[in-house]
T-cell receptor, first 114, second 116 residues
């Protein structure tokens, strides 16, 4: 069965600093992996996804993530944090059944200080 | 943005009362899902649908039922609401496998439910 672990429920960085949000997954099949972002009082928006091919995936707002099979990881990074990046971030893995359910991690809340 | 509308967006109710949340989509997607979001738990799947009148349970289905009589509508019902069902509920949709399949879900704006 697939599962996702996000290390760190809260991450704080200064504006301009590197953002690193950690995600490890467990999957019995080659995974489809996703990062979603949730701004306050809003729904979830897709940041980026990995399905097949290139292991470094670029998403919206300057974020990127690297799929590392040997480490079963899919960490999210951004070189320089902006105040507008403050939000909650969710890593998810597809169960790749015919109904394509997503299994989510518990989320990481990112705070950005000026 | 995917055309997904949840209603009501906010509701306060009392323990023991029935509650129905509605998800309406205009994308003609086959798959629809109900998740609940709670602090420390992320999003957990309640029920999902893979077609009209075809539904199945997710990991936290106790106390919830669903119905899908039309492609565009997916209803979540709490027959007798309890305080443990206080949560934010999200509807999601997916086109499913086909050309250009990527496995992602598209989410509605959420429905906040408080059970007193």
């Amino acid at each position: 069965a697939q599962s996702v672990t996000q290390l760190g429920s809260h991450v704080s960085v200064s504006e301009g600093a590197l953002v690193l949000l950690r995600c490890n997954y467990s999957s019995s099949v080659p995974p489809y992996l996703f990062w979603y972002v949730q701004y306050p009082n809003q729904g979830l928006q897709l940041l980026l996804k990995y399905t097949t091919g290139a292991t470094l995936v670029k998403g919206i707002n300057g974020f990127e993530a690297e799929f590392k099979k040997s480490e079963t990881s899919f960490h999210l990074t951004k070189p320089s944090a902006h105040m507008s990046d403050a939000a909650e971030y969710f890593c998810a893995v597809s169960d790749q059944s015919s109904t394509d359910k997503l299994i989510f991690g518990t989320g990481t809340r990112l705070q950005v200080f000026p | 943005d995917a055309g997904i509308t949840q209603s009501p967006r906010h509701k306060v109710t009392e323990t023991g009362t029935p509650v129905t949340l509605r998800c309406h989509q205009t994308e003609n997607h086959r798959y629809m899902y109900w998740y609940r979001q709670d602090p420390g738990h992320g999003l957990r799947l309640i029920h999902y649908s893979y077609g009209v009148k075809d539904t199945d349970k997710g990991e936290v289905s106790d106390g919830y039922s669903v119905s899908r009589s039309k492609t565009e509508d997916f209803l979540l019902t709490l027959e007798s609401a309890t305080s443990s069902q206080t949560s934010v509920y999200f509807c999601a949709i997916s086109a499913g496998r086909g050309q250009g399949y990527t496995g992602e879900l598209f989410f509605g704006e959420g429905s906040s439910l408080t059970v007193l």
